[in-house]
């Protein structure tokens, strides 16, 4: 027994070796585990929303590289910021486009002015082109009648010479002498603190008045400009999905309320906050785009002026018309200029140039310029109007 006792004892050892060595190897494969024991919990991938029908598509979010520590979570990292197109060479390639598209506007003109003798039902001819476009009668008599008196006086038969006479008529039409810059300069306030510019942005819906809001968006960043987005249309969930996958394309943040329906002065005087608290040189509000009745719209967008107004003054209120509806959208200029207090036109779709001259009509009844104008779907395809490359490119130049 006694010859035993050494091997008893050696297999003793060894089995307590290997009982220590499981435990180390157990206790290293728990710590290896997130779990509700270990003090982490897993990773957490943030999958973007779904852009809207026509909008630009998010970006997907990657992976964030970052070690979770006790009570931490990892999350997916933002998406990709965008840098936008230069606002600059926005024109050239607008007013291409525009010339590209045909122009039934101004080749119907140009068509009549170049026969040899203008009888008067060539005038009436010309008369009637222009009020299809939507020019308006009061404009198109005016235009006319310049016409007949300059091609009489100056004997002008040559294409180029027609040309030339109509281009000179049409840019006096749209009016270059409007001012058309936009009012998004920072000012201070008594104390001296920022206070950023805020501009209100209104219109039905249908219009593209959210997309514009992103892109308009977009071409202040592309100025080096500072932007915080309110989304105050919480009638339509989809409207604050929309505005803030535009927002996130370019690094902009989003204020919108937590659930459909809200109190839309609420998210306004929010955005406007958040502007200022974070020092912005811009906060753009969407609104919602309903007009049932005058009286609700009044009291609607009345609220959202003064409630903004408490926190910082406005500094434009931009109107976003389809320019390809016509009468109606001037009918709804009309309502909107009553009760908002409208400073600037947007035109969307203008590509559509067969009805180019609501441009003329829609100052004209309002007495605000034209500011911006929309061509195409693209994320950059707003751009500050010109009247001169306007009139180039329903000209084909």
Do not use: C, Y
């Amino acid at each position: 027994m006694n010859d035993l006792l050494p091997l008893w004892i050696l297999l003793g050892a060894l089995l307590l070796v290997g009982l220590v060595t499981a435990g180390t190897v157990s206790v290293r494969r728990r710590r290896r585990t997130p779990g509700l024991g270990s003090g982490t919990t897993p990773t957490t991938t943030v999958e973007p929303g779904p852009a809207a029908p026509g909008e630009p598509a998010p970006v997907e979010a990657g992976t964030s590289t970052t070690t979770a520590g006790p009570g931490t979570v990892e999350v997916a990292a933002p998406p990709a910021v965008e840098r936008p197109e230069p606002v600059g060479g926005r024109l050239v390639r607008l007013r291409e486009r525009l010339a590209r598209s045909g122009s039934p506007l101004g080749a119907r003109l140009l068509a009549v002015l170049s026969r040899d003798h203008l009888t008067e039902d060539d005038w009436d001819e010309l008369e009637e082109t222009l009020l299809l476009a939507d020019v308006g009668a009061g404009p198109a008599g005016e235009l006319i009648e310049n016409l007949r008196t300059r091609v009489r006086v100056l004997g002008v038969r040559d294409a180029q010479s027609v040309r030339d006479l109509l281009r000179e008529e049409l840019v006096a039409l749209v009016d270059p002498a409007l001012d058309r810059s936009l009012a998004t300069t920072p000012t201070a306030a008594e104390d001296g603190a920022p206070v950023p510019a805020v501009v209100l942005v209104v219109g039905v819906n249908g219009t593209g008045k959210t997309t514009t809001v992103g892109k308009l968006a977009r071409v202040l960043v592309a100025e080096d400009r500072s932007v915080v987005l309110g989304a105050a249309d919480t009638f339509r969930a989809a409207a604050a999905d929309q505005l803030q996958t535009w927002g996130s394309r370019v690094g902009v943040p989003t204020v919108r309320a937590d659930r459909d329906g809200a109190d839309p002065a609420a998210v306004a005087f929010d955005a406007v906050r958040r502007g200022r608290t974070e020092g912005a040189d811009v906060v753009l509000v969407d609104t919602a785009g309903r007009l049932q009745n005058k009286a609700g719209l009044m009291d609607e967008l009345g609220k959202i002026r003064r409630v903004i107004t408490k926190e910082a003054p406005l500094s434009e209120v931009l109107l976003v018309l389809d320019a390809t509806t016509g009468q109606n959208g001037l009918n709804q200029a009309r309502v909107f200029g009553e009760v908002a207090g409208v400073t600037g036109i947007v035109l969307t779709k203008l590509d559509g140039t067969a009805r180019g001259g609501i441009v003329v009509a829609v100052q004209r009844e309002l007495g605000v310029p034209v500011k911006l104008v929309g061509l195409g779907e693209g994320p950059d395809d707003l751009a500050p109007f010109d009247p001169e490359q306007f009139v180039d490119g329903l000209l084909g130049d």
